[in-house]
């Protein structure tokens, strides 16, 4: 049974790079049926999608986002990575990894239990 | 960006009641609509996709509808588990959008 874990600081300074990763277990990550994607929620808030990639390396960006998000694959450890630079207190939430299933039609059917990063000094 | 309006923001219910709620597209999605609960303290679990679809597992009281730019989530007898919070997302675009969601509450 498939499973994600993500892992990462839970308190990152305003300015620095939040660094998550998501540990896929019981599957491989390199499947051509799936996308990998990470999802994020302020507190007392809703979902945001972070974005996508394909394990060939293709990746997908929330544009208001774009431009401080990285999204990356190593398929060695069968895990995929978030970095989002430049963080403030806005981007304090929880963060999920999630699968995205093709064959769902894109729907997001397995999901991380979720971890939660607080920016502050 | 595609955006996702849900109503309504909250809705009151007993248990037995038949909800609905709707989400609505800013522009065509085709059946490209996924939906999905959230209990406090828990990962968002996927109901329904490609609109109308029930994802394994999902109980049949559980139910999908629409296409184009309305659509609706409808719990045919609300069960006491039932009582969370429900999203919509889009997965038309590449670059997916959630709607705002509902929370479902005692009344």
């Known amino acids: 049974q498939l499973q994600l874990q993500e892992s990462g600081p839970g308190l990152v300074k305003p300015s620095e790079t939040l660094s998550l990763s998501c540990t896929v277990s019981g599957g491989s990550i390199s499947s051509s049926s799936y996308y990998w994607g990470w999802i994020r929620q302020p507190p007392g808030k809703g979902l945001e999608w972070i974005g996508t990639?394909?394990?060939?390396?293709?990746?997908y960006y929330n544009p208001s986002l774009k431009s401080r998000v990285t999204i990356s694959v190593d398929t060695s450890k069968n895990q995929f990575s978030l970095k989002l630079t430049s963080v403030t207190a806005a981007d304090t939430a929880v963060y999920y990894c999630?699968?995205?299933?093709?064959?769902?039609?894109?729907?997001?059917?397995?999901w991380g239990q979720g971890t939660m990063v607080t920016v502050s000094s | 960006d595609i955006q996702m309006t849900q109503s309504p923001s909250s809705l009151s219910a007993s248990v037995g009641d038949r909800v609905t709620i709707t989400c609505r597209a800013s522009q065509s999605i085709n059946n490209y609509l996924n939906w999905y609960q959230q209990k406090p303290g828990k990962a968002p679990k996927l109901l329904i996709y490609?609109?109308?679809s029930l994802q394994s597992g999902v109980p049949s009281r559980f139910s999908g509808s629409g296409s184009g730019t309305d659509f609706t989530l409808t719990i045919s007898s609300l069960q006491p588990e039932d009582f969370a919070t429900y999203y919509c997302?889009?997965?038309?675009?590449?670059?997916?959008?959630f709607g705002g969601g509902t929370k479902v509450e005692i009344k």
């Open positions: 997302q889009q997965s038309y675009s590449t670059l997916l959008t």
């Open positions: 990639m394909y394990y060939t390396g293709s990746t």
């Open positions: 490609a609109a109308s």
């Open positions: 999630a699968r995205l299933g093709q064959q769902l039609q894109d729907a997001f059917d397995i």
